[in-house]
């Protein structure tokens, strides 16, 4: 099964409650490759890439988000993969 790509922008109370941490905590253990990054707006946005089961669980959990997040709308945008390694905060 070849790998997906997902571009996520997740939007409500979600700066400065450990969604990047956990975001990147959860991707390294489920074999994701991406990014993740506060953006000006006060939005949080990452890319996902990596096989279509792990991507899908991501997706899961940012629309929940850690314990103090409070996720008001998730925007999923589909790319191609691009053939990323590793998982960083940015």
């Known amino acids: 099964m070849s790998d997906i790509r997902r571009r ?3 939007r409500g ?3 400065g409650v450990f969604f ?3 975001t990147r905590r959860r991707a390294q253990s489920r074999g994701v ?4 990054s506060n953006r000006p707006d006060g939005a949080v946005e990452a890319v996902f890439e990596g096989e279509p089961d792990a991507v899908e669980s991501m997706l899961r959990f940012v629309r929940e988000g850690p314990g103090r997040a409070d996720v008001d709308e998730v925007e999923v945008i589909d790319e ?4 990323l390694r590793g ?3 940015r």
């Not at 490759?33 to 993740?36: D, K």
Request: no cysteine.
């Open 20 to 22: 990047r941490d956990s």
């Open 80 to 83: 191609q993969p691009d053939g």
């Open 8 to 10: 996520v922008i997740v």
């Open 33 to 36: 490759a991406g990014w993740v």
């Open 87 to 89: 998982f960083r905060v």
């Open 13 to 15: 109370r979600v700066q």
